[in-house]
């Protein structure tokens, strides 16, 4: 049975950091490319980072470049979102998921997790 869940979320000030984690279960990391995503109250969810399977090739939305950082742990199974510098505008619902191939478009995505909650508020 193929699982995601997301930790880590939590309430941070303008300017802090965050990391956040994605367990897989069902599944490899050497199986499915893995993204995080986030969806804002109103929004249409939008891609942040994903990296895929082979290589580990990431890649970022622009709004994320040089503040945010995806790696994977293979032996945990875990990918991990290192967000820096975070502003107002990455308060959002941050969701992980698995694709066959590594795409910050959502309806490229097969699995997804439940979602872990970021705000940034001062």
């Known amino acids: 049975q193929v699982q995601l869940v997301e930790s880590g979320g939590g309430l941070v000030q303008p300017g802090g950091s965050l990391r956040l984690s994605c367990a897989v279960s069902g599944f490899t990391l050497q199986d499915y490319a893995i993204g995080w995503f986030r969806q804002a109250p109103g929004k249409e969810r939008e891609g942040v980072s994903c990296?895929?399977?082979?290589?580990?090739?990431?890649y970022y939305a622009d709004s994320v470049k040089g503040r945010f950082t995806i790696s994977r742990d293979n032996a945990k199974n875990t990918v991990n979102l290192q967000m820096n510098s975070l502003t107002l505008e990455d308060t959002a619902i941050y969701y992980c998921?698995?694709?066959?191939?590594?795409?910050?478009?959502?309806?490229?995505?097969?699995?997804w997790g439940k979602g872990t909650l970021v705000t940034v508020s001062s």
């Open positions: 990296i895929n399977q082979y290589e580990g090739s990431t």
């Open positions: 998921a698995a694709g066959e191939g590594a795409s910050l478009y959502y309806a490229n995505m097969d699995y």
